[in-house]
């Protein structure tokens, strides 16, 4: 067996299986296998930790991506954890690998990215690494951040009839992708989606003010790995409602100007960074007016879509996994 038959996923289940005593610390609240690692820090709050890397030509290109972009992309990614904890960001600790070619120029922009957007959320770069990079530009960070009460929105907290919201639209981000890939012109709004996301932290501190969520997750996987993560980890499965998925006019637009399936789009994309969480039914009112209720938690454990009409839809895409071919 190799990782292309274990999966992304796979590979993190196994790594997560082999190191349960290397991450079971007392003060290690959360390890492998949720958005952010929790560890304790006062009486009142913890620590988050979060790390991703990008690679180029795994997860842009400079043929449609400018560095200004790679940069600012390397944190928001980082950040989108953070928000899926319903957490503040603090810190950041940058590394970077450049072929020697790179210019001097291009790196400025790359840190200017980052700057711009650490400035919008207070993020202080405090540190990292510089490191030579034989083909490709390659870029890690890790951000520290913080809950804003004792108890950090988890993956593993839905409870059977618990309803499902969202924030944002879905689907904007992967076709922003198409249009990059394919060089076609116009159409910014998507492309923006995908070239520079914007993380949900304001509205993951609402989520996690409330006290009221059972549990989160960030949708960079997809609506549908996204919601698949959440079951699992809690046990659970789910119910979703097609035509409740939020989807902005810019998506309707391009799947009917292209003619393409919508669903490949807002449920197997990816790379949107919106939240999605759960809540006790009879706590939803609080959530009706700022989010998308899209599904509900059922006993079980299946991932079921259901159409207007009260029909059932199979759908054999699985979304985005590293290994898998």
């Not at 969202?166 to 076609?184: E, H, P, Y």
Request: hydrophobic share 35%; aromatic share 12%; charged share 25%.
């Amino acid at each position: 067996m190799n990782l292309s038959h274990l999966g992304e996923f796979g590979l993190i289940e196994r790594i997560r299986e082999k190191n349960k005593k290397l991450s079971s610390y007392a003060d290690v609240i959360v390890g492998i296998g949720d958005d952010c690692a929790v560890v304790k820090a006062t009486s009142k709050e913890n620590f988050l930790f979060s790390t991703d890397t990008l690679v180029e030509n795994i997860h842009f290109s400079k043929k449609y991506f400018g560095f200004f972009d790679i940069g600012y992309k390397s944190l928001a990614v980082n950040l989108s954890d953070i928000a899926a904890m319903g957490g503040v960001p603090l810190y950041c600790l940058v590394t970077v690998g450049f072929p020697v070619t790179t210019s001097i120029k291009d790196i400025d922009n790359l840190y200017r990215g980052i700057s711009s957007i650490a400035s919008k959320f207070n993020v202080r770069i405090i540190g990292g690494d510089t490191v030579k990079s034989p083909s490709c530009v390659i870029i890690s960070i890790t951000v520290i951040g913080k809950t804003v009460n004792k108890k950090s929105i988890l993956r593993s907290g839905a409870n059977v009839d618990d309803m499902i919201f969202t924030t944002g639209t879905f689907g904007d981000s992967s076709a922003g992708l198409f249009l990059l890939q394919k060089g076609i012109p116009g159409w910014k709004e998507l492309k923006q989606k995908h070239l520079q996301p914007y993380p949900k932290i304001k509205e993951g501190l609402l989520i996690a003010g409330s006290k009221l969520a059972t549990s989160m997750i960030d949708s960079s996987d997809g609506f549908n790995k996204s919601v698949q993560l959440i079951c699992k980890e809690s046990d659970v499965g789910c119910e979703i409602y097609l035509d409740k998925i939020p989807v902005s006019s810019a998506l309707r637009k391009f799947v009917d100007h292209y003619h393409l399936p919508l669903t490949d789009y807002t449920l197997f994309g990816g790379e949107e960074y919106e939240l999605i969480f759960t809540v006790s039914s009879d706590k939803r009112k609080f959530f009706n007016k700022y989010f998308s209720y899209v599904g509900k938690i059922t006993k079980n454990k299946n991932i079921r879509y259901v159409t207007s009409n009260n029909q059932d839809i199979n759908f054999s895409k699985a979304g985005y996994d590293h290994f898998k071919k």
